[in-house]
Structure formats: C-alpha cells, structure tokens
C-alpha cells in the first residue's frame, strides 16, 4: 500500500471466475491492490454483498466518502444486480449515463454496463467496455480509428472509430478449445498423457487454418486426431496444434472480413501469455502492426467514474505540489 | 425369423455405442438379426469375446460352418483386435485383402479394416467403409462418380471413382454439437429448458452460415447466445439454431471446396431422421440431386465376405428355384 496518497476511488473487476479490486489515488494510480477468487460462479454462498464487505469493508470504513464502481458479470443476469446494456456505438459518457447505482450493505455501489450490438446478429460483451474505454484513455492515438483485440473464453475484437465503440465481434475461440480438449476426442491423448509445450506445433495448427482458405477449419478438426493416429502429431503437443487451429480459423475468418482492406492498428489487451501467442499468430497472418496492452481495466474503471462525476482528476496544483 | 432360408454369414455392425448381428441367407438375405447396446465402450466388463457368445453363440452352435465377419471401431486400437487400415484409394478387393481373422473362442471372427488416406492431411474411417461399399453394391450406378455423405458424430463424405473410394472428409459436426450441447454457455439455456424441434430456427441457423461466406462461422457461433440475450431466439428452440449453424457451417465448407464444380450424383445413408435434415440442408444449398440409402451396412458385410471367398453368392439356378 501507498500510504501517502489519498484514496479517491475503489475500482472492482468483478468476472466469472476473479474478483479485483483497486483502491486508486489521485488520476487512477494504485493505491492498493486486492483479489480472490470470488468471481460470479465462485462467489461463497453466493453472497455479493458479504464477499464485497470482506474485500472491501475496511476500505470503506477507513474512507467512506470514496465511491465505489465494478465492471464485469456482476452487473449480468447471473451476478448481483442486471444492469441493462448499453446500444453499440457507445462511448464513455453512454457507459456512465448507464450505470446503476445501488446500496451495497456497505455503502453506494455504481455497477457498468455492458454493451449490445443490435440487429440481425446480435452481439454483447460486459466487462470488455471498461478495458477498452481504458485502453483509449492510455493510448489517446486510438481513438480516431483501431482494432482492439480482447483474447480470451469469448474473444472480442472491437473497432474504435471517432472514440466510439463502434462494432464488435466475438469469437467463442478459448471456450472452443476447452470444450474441445475436455469432452472430445480430439482432447483424449492428451487427457491420458502429460503435454508439453510446442511452438511449432501451434505453427503447424496455425498454417493448415490459414491454408483452408475459404473452406475454414471445420473438414480440419479432426486432423489433430487423424495425425496423431497416423504417427504423426505427439499426444504431447496435440493440443498445442488444436489451439493453432482454433486461433488461426479465428484470424483467418478476421482476415476474410476485411475483404482486402488493410487492417487498422491493433492492439492486444488481456492476460500477457494468450496475448503474446496472438500476437505471433497475428504476425503469421501479415498483421504486424501489433501493440500489447496492460492496466487496461483499472483505467477504465477511473475513466468512467470520472465520466459519471464520481470523481475528479486531480487538479494541476496538487499534481504539481505532489510531484516536485 | 426367416426359417425357410438356409444361414450363409453372420455379419456384424459393432461400433462405439451398439452392436447389431445380422444373419445371412442367400443373396445376403436377412434371416434374423439382434442388437445390444454393447459399443465397444459400453461392453459388459469390456469382454468382447462374451460378448460375442451371449449374442451369437446359439447360431453357431447350430451352423458351426457358418462364417463371421464385423465392421466398425471394434478393428481399433480400442476394439478387440486392432485392424491395421488399408490405403485410400481402396476398393472391395484391398478390404477384403486387408481382413484380420482370429479364434474368437466361438469360432473364427474376420474383422474389416478401416481406411487411411496418407498425406499431410490425413483422414481415417473405420465401419463407413463397410456402409459405402453396401451402397455402391446397392446402386452400381455409382460406382463411376458419387459423393456418398454418412452423416453423424463425424460426418464423412467420400468421393467415389471407378468403384474405388477415391478420397474423403471428416467433419466433426455431430461432436461439436453434443459437446457445445453438453459443456459450453450456448446450450445453457436450453440444458435449463425443454427443447422443442423447430425447423424455422434450423433454418435460420442454416441461413447464418451460409451468409456468413469466407469468413465462416467461428465468429457466429456466440449469436446462438446474444440472440437469446436479445430476445430474438427462445431457450427451446437454440439447439435447432446451433444445429442449423454447425451443418449450415459443413455444407457451406464442401461447397466452397467444389471451387464452381458440379456437385456429383450425392447419396445420404445412415440415421433417417438425420439423413432427411440433412438433405433439407443440401436443399438449401441448393443441391438437390440427392439420394436417402438405408441397408447400406448389411449390403457391405456380405459384399466384403463375398470378395475375401468366405461366401459365395448363390448359383442362379439356385435362385430361380426359389424365386419360380
């Protein structure tokens, strides 16, 4: 803990399977930091409101005129309260107009939404407006026109325009594969045996999704067990080859998308390893113009809250007394 | 049972999940047949040889000449005796050739081998074989140019040329959905739900892959979702949404990799049902020139046990006698 900053505001990521909180000083810097495994389908007894007062009760105790903001499926049907989403386009100040504040048992809770894609196909994502509203607030050169990529279960790709969310794609990729190697059989020798990390491997997956061209992957799937039958693909790296697989039908649908049209500058934001393995990937496609991304989420979080009026930056005088 | 013809094979169907005998008369006639739920993976105390007893001991014993032959994943690896495969291009002869025969402690058994196709990509079926060589049997005018499709947990489509099984596919379309069914958040609602069949929302699954052209559908696999989110696709009918997608997403692939060819005379054998859902899908894409095959198994036993001179076809003079 940075005990000469003054708290302004706790900032929860509040998932599926994790629960984060930030206790962030003057322009979102970290005060202090918290986590347990609390997400939604973790949370003990299902109770919000008591997980919330142990993580952050002597927060609030301590300081309890600091409010308090979460993002993620602790505002869906599943979590604590459901904060309708939000239309696509959406921008900072939509995100802020739709937050639903309630009284948490332990002081004012203001929970963001998610967003919604209207339309024929529909689409929705809660949780990644707030590290992609953060991503603009550290790289304001996004703004104007980008590709935020959120790897992951349900991978999102999200394009900014004019510091708009303006449309956003999902790709079931990371829960593909888990399903895939936990109940299928392509999962099975590597269920029986131990794996082992392999680049080229993944390489190998990589290359026979993009050489399926407008095919897709779907006639390839079963290679992974075909190759392994054939002597031809370890057990041990077998899932390595099914993950380059999945990522590269993922890419190669992205790239088809584009229909020629040269890819806006992307950036990877999410958990460093699955970024990284993006990024190779995306750079066996030709899309070079990659950048890594971290800190996303606690900037959203400040981002929004200052949007809503929780919290102001820091005036310049008091940066200015605190810096020199 | 038919008591009047004399037993010439006993053929059997022994997959994953059931175990069917058929016997044999003339001709390939059938004189009685009897199953068991007994799939390698569901053998009684994983003893294949009691199996075998308890199911056809008594003819047998009755016919001790009568000769045996099986089809199917108890050749595998996991079966009772591993069948090496043959060599795709393969035909009757290369099958019959490629047999495994053993004592069985019920008399001798011959196991059909299953068929590789070599390459970088390689492919394998085992027991489809016995199905197609039934079909060309059944309908010779196939034998020149056909795409017979067997569809199901692996969905295979084997081009024929010449009599011989040419090349083939696997799409592992029925697998992918029982496991999205079973384990990931696109059949949740419906695992909360009762199910009712809906061909609309087939069809609009079907329509969503077909439009979704290159780019495939991995990036609208999550709509199965986001529509039930929106309000646009109730919990009972999202399996025939997601069913609609994942065969919309296998036929909107083998179209691609027709590249503009005609598609050639296409035949469906297997489960009924299944065969007719999926001839309204092919409909839909439009290929019309469909056939719906059945018997096509027990064809393919005898036609096997006739190459490899365990029977042979009745004399015609044989036959006209019965027949007069």
Known sequence: MNETATPRLIGLDWGTSSLRAYL??????????????????????????????????????????VPAIAAGMIGSRQGWREVPYVDCPADVDSLAKGLLTFDSGCGELSLIPGVMQRGALPNVLRGEETQIFGALELEPALADHALLVLPGTHSKWATIRGSRLDHFSTYMTGELFAVLREHSILGRPAREESSEPSNDAFMRGLTNARESGAEGVIGRLFTTRSLFLAGDLPARHSLDYLSGLLIGEELRSVVASLKGAVCPPLVLIGDPALCRRYQDALAFFEITDVRLLEQATRTGLWRIACAAGLVTAATPSQEDTRHV
Do not use: C, M, Y
């Open 24 to 65: 962030l000083g003057d322009n979102g810097q970290i005060v202090d930091t918290r986590s347990q495994p609390w997400g939604i389908l973790h949370t003990p007894e299902g109770d919000f409101a008591k997980a919330f007062r142990e993580l952050v009760g002597d927060w609030r105790a301590q300081w309890p005129s």
